[in-house]
């Protein structure tokens, strides 16, 4: 009689099974899209994010659920990033790292460093790859590429990016994972001259930063 009664609950309640029962198992499950929950997940948040001055500089990515008004990776959780060194320009190890500490600084996430990859970039890449990083989300992927090898790379585009987010039945879209794509050849080229203004801009990705702050210290604005 109890086994009926489960069945017949399970039948007529198929949301409750999915959300409580298979979102539990699937991880564990035979080719699993998912990995096991819990990953170094800490009870608090791990970094905390400067107060918020009103800027309206910047826009909170949508989430597909109406009632959640944003998407964002885990507080709790650090962000590990790996980088394929292929065509990287010299002198750009210290480059990503400031980068990617100075986002940490302006959100609170914290990111681990796994090291190099082969993984190439892909329109359409596995947020879980265990045969390649273990059983945990796949780590933000940054690769300096060409426009021959990611097509949106093609013209005057110095890079692109995103992140992948998932949804747990019952639990918010977060974000897990993503991409970075810088364009090698066109980012150690000569940058052309803004008219009217007396340097010649950088002529690698290393002075990209020493580029911005001037420009943007000098132009006026429009």
């Known amino acids: 009689m109890l086994g009926i009664a489960l069945v017949v609950g399970l039948y007529f309640t198929p949301t409750l099974f999915e959300r409580y029962v298979m979102s539990a198992a699937r991880p564990y499950l035979p080719g699993s899209e998912v990995p096991p929950p819990g990953f170094e997940a800490a009870s608090a948040p791990l970094g905390i994010p400067p107060a918020a001055t009103g800027s309206t500089a910047y826009v909170l990515q ?32 210290q ?32 947020a879980y790859q265990p045969d390649r990083y273990g059983k945990k989300w796949a780590p933000i992927l940054i690769v300096w590429s ?26 918010p879209y977060v974000y897990v994972t993503g991409q970075v794509q810088l364009d090698a050849p066109g980012l150690t080229e000569p940058w052309p001259i803004p008219k009217g203004l007396p340097w010649s801009g950088p002529s690698s990705c290393t002075s990209w930063r020493t580029w911005w702050d001037w420009t943007t210290s000098t132009i006026p604005p429009s």
């Open 95 to 126: 480059l990503v790292q400031e980068s990617v500490a100075a986002v940490s600084v302006a959100t609170g996430l914290q990111f681990v460093f796994d090291g190099p990859t082969t993984e190439a970039p892909s329109k359409d890449r596995e």
């Open 146 to 171: 060409t426009p021959e090898e990611a097509t949106e790379l093609a013209g005057k585009v110095a890079g692109t990016g995103g992140s992948s987010a998932i949804q747990v039945p019952g639990e």
């Open 62 to 93: 949508e989430s597909p659920e109406p009632d959640q008004p944003f998407v964002a990776y885990d507080p709790c959780r650090p962000v590990h990033y790996v980088v394929r060194p292929d065509l990287a320009p010299p002198g750009t190890d």
